[in-house]
């Protein structure tokens, strides 16, 4: 029986060199570690271009899928090491071949150390000529059914016929950290999805506006940002009381304007909570087009409210598109659960889809808001969330 007992793990071409590229890869091994940090056992070792985990009895596939989430990972296979002999590394491949049920197979080697006397075409051609001889698999170089990948270090050799694709993108935390405005919807888990993969640390802004929306509006939000959290290990989440505000809009501003005054309102918190946090931009769930607040005009309209950089993820994404990543990623079926939001709960009939900075400005110039910004952020409750490995069944 082979023995896959390594891990390899590849993180793809890098661009940078240097430092870089010694901070991708230690902020990578960082990240793969706390993924698998409740799993004993496990030994790490990097090199330049390579991760690998050495396993002894944990279980394969509770590692495949925990490292199917961890950014900066373009690929990983499960491998067998043995020791750099061309007769140990023939012997093996017969075996993956032997063992497999396949009718075409492709050699693939990669000689990580020159100094080893046969080119990485020999070594093709030895280990095929074993098989060959050995069973009935013929060759196939264009599209094998089996693909055995060797890859040839001084001292040791890795032995793999799997290739898992990884979730790619940078380490998450690499870039920055980057506010993000958490919703209870199904779109802003999703943003945040996407904003970690380009190595962005996310935070979350939350705005609730209780009585009217409840506890388990609240507790919701809490745990799309726990289960999101597990793809940058743990999310700082801030909650702000929104009632005061989003009461006033309404009675200084009337229906039309509401929902453009009240997003405007959030963009000026979540900039101010950026910016006493450390995050160098904001971003949002919005998509184009998708509802009344998100036309090209009322995006203006209420980026004009801020200075800070806003990042969209989703801005060109269709719903459909949006709905299966939040299926792959997790959040879909708790983004589904029937708790108003603020939004729902307050909203207008007749919103308007082009609204103005100038009348938006009017509208705000009826009552003092920077008071009211001020007194909001004194109740922000900000809190870590981490996703728990016993929980992990159950979100
Ligand atoms: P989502 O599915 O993310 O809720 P949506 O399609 O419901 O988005 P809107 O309600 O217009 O669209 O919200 C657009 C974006 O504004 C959201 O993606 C989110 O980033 C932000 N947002 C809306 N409501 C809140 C809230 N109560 N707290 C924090 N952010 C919010
Ligand atoms: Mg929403």
Redesign the pocket.
Known sequence: MVKYDTVLIRFGELSTKGKNRRDFINRLMANIKDMLSDIEGLEYRKTYDRIYIKMTDQDPQCVKQRLCKVFGISSFSFTEKVDTDIEVIKARCLEIAQESDKQTFKIMTRRHDKSFPMKSDEINRACAGEILRNTALKVDVHDPQLAIRIEVHANETYITSDKIIGAGGYPAGINGKVLLML??????PVAAYELMKRGLKVEAVHFASPPYTSENARKKVEDLATLVSEYQSDMRLHVVNFTNLQLKIYEKAGDPYAITLMRRMMFRLAERIANENGCLAIAT?ESIGQ?ASQTLESIACINDAVRIPVIRPLVCFDKLEIIGLATKIGTYETSILPFE?C??IFDPKNPVTKPTIKKAQMHEAKFDYESMLDKAMETIQTKTVRLSREREDFL
């Open positions: 919703s209870g919807g199904i779109d802003s769930g509802v939001d939004c729902t």
